[in-house]
């Protein structure tokens, strides 16, 4: 089965690179003004430019007005929305009748029952991703470095589409994956070397990992 693997929070050229070079099929950008990952609108879209036909470029925001989103599908040209707030499902179907764009919403899982609030989003959300809860104090919805228990994703109907995220890492992506099995990938933070500061050498890394655990559980 292919994995999607998405590399979220760039913001240099030589970490983007890193990500195209190791056959990223989503590289994520970061619209949140807290984010240690935070760009504008005007670098990402320099960045993109160079993964027009390698990798999907992703926007992340969160809870964002039209004016914002306006200025970043301007700027980005992204080929997919990720909204990692609270949006509801109406402003979820909003989003991709404006832009016309996939979207991916995320949910913030910590038990079972998370996954209840999947249900209002089946009919307009194009993609799922599923992240820890941040930790008590965080201001960050996500990219807090903190996992979840992925056995529970086990129990999700095999024809849900999604990203697995929160606290990924080269070290245990090979027991997500075989815990999981999950259509694709998210990571951010498991591929810095100090908060919202990408490291070209993890991220070769991460993809290492990754290609190992596959070929492991191929055999
Ligand atoms: O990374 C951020 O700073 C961020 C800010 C606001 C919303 C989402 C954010 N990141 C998302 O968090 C997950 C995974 O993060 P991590 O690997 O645990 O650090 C991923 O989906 C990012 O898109």
Redesign the pocket.
């Known amino acids: 089965m292919a994995l999607d693997i998405k590399i979220?929070?760039l913001s240099t050229a030589e970490t983007f690179d890193a990500a195209l070079g190791n056959g990223a099929s989503h590289v994520?950008f970061?619209f949140?003004a807290k984010?240690?990952?935070n760009v504008s609108p005007a670098l990402a879209g320099q960045l993109r430019q160079s993964a027009t036909g390698r990798a999907e470029a992703v926007a992340?925001t969160?809870d964002a007005d039209d004016a914002f989103l306006d200025a970043i599908v301007a700027a980005v040209k992204p080929d997919m929305l990720?909204l990692?707030g609270k949006e509801a499902p109406e402003r979820v179907a909003d989003v991709k009748a404006r832009y016309g764009l996939p979207v991916m919403k995320?949910f913030s899982i910590r038990e079972a029952q998370d996954f209840d609030a999947i249900v209002p989003y089946g009919e307009v959300a194009d993609r799922l991703?599923f992240?820890a809860k941040p930790p008590a104090g965080s201001e960050?919805?996500?990219?807090?470095?903190?996992s979840f228990d992925w056995r529970l994703l086990a129990g999700l109907d095999a024809s849900v589409d999604y990203m697995l995220?929160?606290?990924?890492n080269a070290a245990n992506i090979g027991d997500a994956l075989r815990l999981a099995n999950p259509p694709g990938i998210?990571?951010?933070?498991?591929v810095e070397s100090a908060p919202g500061v990408k490291d070209a050498a993890l991220i070769d890394n991460f993809f290492r990992a990754v290609r190992a655990a596959r070929e492991d559980s191929a055999a």
Do not use: E, T, Y
Not at 140 to 146: A, C
Not at 186 to 190: E, L, T
């Open positions: 979220c929070g994520g970061i949140f984010s240690p990952r992340v969160v990720q990692h995320a991703l992240d960050l919805p996500g990219g807090n470095g903190v995220s929160g606290g990924l998210d990571i951010s933070s498991g």
